[in-house]
């Protein structure tokens, strides 16, 4: 893109099926790509959207294929947003951080590590909870983060 | 359109002292529905005769966290074995999800297999 004043929307709709949050990721790999983000920055964006799209898959829409999550990515200048929206009432606790001690020693599932990953990956995450209307995950990558 | 599958070649090799290492090579996707491919062919080796294993990521076209949830289980199991299993083949962007989420506590990361191998020496 060339710079100038762009503020766009893609929008995507897709069943709860798993395998189906590759679309959303090839599609946020392009935005990405064509926003300029470094290649490392469009992996961790990949890997942050397929896993929000499988959380709203299976926990929002408990894999119910009839119901829709919808993958709005938002650019401007600076920045790129994904919004992850299913029909649940959002996660029920905070992001956990896996401890693998437990998990080595059977103490904690070896599942649940999703919320963590998005949050380790993109600048800025958010899970709000709207049962009426649906909640949604919120993951912002900005363009001016230096590489690691 | 679903899931591609995981794919789950084994082989035998041998380190440079001539003990046998078992290397698990990883093709496909691994996701949730991965368990029977990933953790049915660990299950299958021996603890007697796979002292050493290697799994090799290098043909792995997506992972996710369901599948790092299945290694981490491969591993635990490993360990309630006795086993010691290294790992190589990651691009750079899941060698970083792995130290993220604290598995290189359990499995040392190489580059290639050789490099993988000669850790086990």
Redesign the interface.
């Known amino acids: 893109m060339d710079g100038e004043n762009v503020n766009s929307v893609i929008e995507l709709r897709l069943p709860s099926r798993l395998g189906f949050e590759k679309i959303a990721m090839s599609t946020a790999s392009s935005v990405a790509k064509l926003m300029g983000f470094a290649p490392d920055r469009v992996e961790d964006l990949k890997t942050a959207v397929a896993e929000a799209c499988i959380n709203a898959m299976e926990h929002g829409n408990k894999l119910d294929e009839s119901l829709i999550v919808g993958v709005f990515l938002s650019m401007n200048e600076t920045s790129l947003e994904v919004k992850v929206l299913d029909t649940g009432t959002g996660p029920p606790e905070g992001v956990h951080t896996p401890d693998m001690d437990k998990k080595m020693h059977g103490e904690e599932a070896s599942r649940g590590m999703g919320m963590f990953l998005i949050q380790s990956l993109v600048d800025e995450a958010e899970w709000v909870s709207a049962p009426l209307t649906g909640s949604y995950a919120r993951l912002v990558i900005r363009l001016n983060k230096t590489e690691d | ?4 599958s995981t794919k789950v070649k084994m082989e035998q090799v041998k380190c440079a002292s001539g003990d046998p290492i078992t290397v698990l090579r990883f093709a496909g996707d691994i ?3 991965s368990e029977p491919a990933v953790l049915g062919t660990y299950g299958g080796l021996s603890p007697e005769t796979s002292k050493r294993i290697l799994l090799d990521f290098s043909k792995v076209e ?1 992972l ?3 599948g ?3 290694i ?2 491969l ?2 199991a490993a ?1 309630q074995k006795g086993q010691t299993v290294q790992t190589f083949g990651l ?3 899941f060698q970083k ?1 792995f130290t ?4 290189t ?2 499995t040392k990361i190489y580059p290639d297999e050789a490099a993988a191998c000669a850790g086990f020496d």
């Open positions: 359109m679903a899931e591609f996701t949730s529905s997506y996710n966290s369901s790092i949830a299945l981490i289980q591993l635990y360990s691009t750079p962007h999800v993220m989420v604290g598995i506590k359990y």
